[in-house]
């Protein structure tokens, strides 16, 4: 069974940095990308980017491109999202979904992370 | 960008009717392989997404043979036969075609 098991919960200082863990398992992840997705309270969804698991391409959303970063790591099949320079805009539940490349659709999601950027 | 617009942004239904939702794209979905990228999600409060519907029409596994979609280019339909207790939540149609990929604003889906 395909899994997305993310980090917990995380309150965060206006400025800091947050990574978030992506553990994937149940499947070898060979013609699939990793997105990252985040939803603020009582909004919408919003995409941040994506990964390819096999070459570490990353492709990032206008709106993060400077202070967000995604990585992959091999061995433990795990991707990261690091975002810098927080502020409380980015308060929100943060996703992290497959795309498989036979639906060509968001087809397994995480279970979410909540981050709270408060002073 | 390809925005992606959703009516209504509300609809009250009542169990056991159906219920329709619209979401223009403002341009093509056609891929160059032949396929429309679009996708229909759902969310429950309190929960993650779930895909729906991918390329339009086709069910995701476990996905209700009441729920279905259609259209073509530009403009499509989500449309639940006969409206369920369980079926409550946000509907989001996306297009996962080009960077950056995008959602509709949502559409809630409420008992009336």
């Known amino acids: 069974q395909v899994q997305l098991v993310q980090s917990g919960a995380e309150e965060k200082k206006p400025g800091a940095s947050l990574k978030v863990s992506c553990k994937t398992s149940g499947h070898n992840f060979v013609g699939y990308y990793i997105h990252w997705v985040r939803q603020a309270p009582g909004q919408g969804l919003e995409w941040m980017g994506w990964i390819d698991p096999n070459s570490g391409a990353p492709d990032y959303a206008p709106n993060f491109q400077g202070r967000f970063t995604m990585t992959w790591d091999t061995s433990t099949t795990t991707a990261y999202m690091e975002l810098n320079r927080l502020t409380s805009d980015d308060t929100a539940m943060y996703y992290c979904v497959r795309e498989d490349d036979y639906f060509d659709a968001f087809d397994i999601w995480g279970q979410g992370t909540m981050v709270t950027v408060s002073s | 960008d390809i925005v992606m617009t959703q009516t209504p942004r509300s609809s009250p239904v009542i169990l056991g009717q159906p219920a329709s939702i619209s979401c223009k794209s403002s341009?093509?979905?056609?891929?160059?392989?032949?396929?429309?990228?679009l996708s229909w999600l759902h969310q429950r409060p309190g929960q993650p997404p779930r895909l729906l519907l991918y390329?339009?029409?086709n069910r995701f596994l476990g996905v209700p043979d009441r729920f279905s979609g259609s259209g073509a280019g530009t403009d499509f339909t989500l449309k639940i036969s006969r409206v369920e207790a369980e079926d409550v939540g946000i509907y989001y149609c996306m297009q996962p075609l080009q960077s950056p990929y995008t959602f509709g604003q949502g559409t809630k889906l409420e008992i009336k």
């Open positions: 341009q093509s979905l056609v891929h160059s392989d032949g396929n429309t990228y």
């Open positions: 390329k339009i029409s």
